[in-house]
């Protein structure tokens, strides 16, 4: 399965809200997370749940949107804006997917 099917699998579950269970079955058991805030990769999938579930929480509100796509095999780079408290964020989510379309590193 190419990055085209797990993305679209991705903005499904991020059009639903960043539900815990949704993200749950997009995510391998043995998924990392590498996060922008903590300095070291957070593996298994609860981990990973639970810092997307948040992210969701914190980014995705009425003005988020991914604004360009790059995709090549079982590798996607999303750029995403959003506004939080009046300031103006751009940030990419670069995710790699399993051949079976689950997420495998975040």
């Known amino acids: 399965m190419s990055a085209r099917e797990g993305v679209a699998s991705w903005h499904e579950v991020v059009a639903g809200g960043n539900r815990p269970a949704d993200l749950a079955a997009l995510i391998r058991k043995d998924a990392v997370f590498h996060s922008p805030v903590v300095h070291t990769p957070q593996a298994g999938r609860d981990l ?13 509100n009425d003005s988020f949107t991914y604004v360009r796509e790059i995709l090549e095999g079982n590798q996607a780079m999303l ?18 997917f399993d051949d079976d379309g689950k997420i495998i590193d975040f």
């Not at 990973?48 to 995705?60: E, H, K, P």
Request: aromatic fraction near 6%.
């Open 48 to 60: 990973v749940v639970a810092y997307l579930a948040a992210a969701g929480q914190t980014l995705n």
């Open 79 to 96: 750029e995403f804006t959003t506004t939080m408290d009046g300031i103006h964020v751009n940030g990419i989510d670069i995710i790699a």
